[in-house]
Nanobody, 118 residues
């Protein structure tokens, strides 16, 4: 059974940092590209970053490039997102997923709320 459990969200001031973590299960984690997405009410969910199955190859959307870092631990089936220099526009619910499984199952975990405000 596919499962994603995101954690680490919270409320921070602009310029602050948070580290999100996602525990995944129910599929071959180490064989899948993993990604973080975010969504604000009234808008579509958007890709933030992804990381290759073996790690070492990362992609970032321009709006987080240089501020966020994605990493994974294939021994623990976890994927993290280190978020630095947070801006109010980073406020959203953040989700992790396996890129190849989204279209097949359209399953999402509960996400974790990140709020950036003064």
């Amino acid at each position: 059974q596919l499962q994603f459990v995101e954690s680490g969200g919270g409320s921070v001031q602009p310029g602050g940092s948070l580290r999100l973590s996602c525990a995944a299960s129910g599929f071959a984690f180490s064989s899948n590209v993993m990604a973080w997405y975010r969504q604000v009410p009234g808008k579509e969910r958007e890709l933030v970053a992804h990381i290759a199955a073996a790690g070492g190859s990362e992609y970032y959307r321009d709006f987080v490039k240089g501020r966020f870092a994605i990493s994974r631990d294939n021994a623990k089936n976890t994927v993290d997102l280190q978020m630095n220099s947070l801006k109010p526009e980073d406020t959203a619910v953040y989700y992790c997923n396996a890129v190849a499984l989204i279209h097949k199952y359209n399953y999402w975990g509960p996400g974790t709320q990140v709020t950036v405000s003064a």
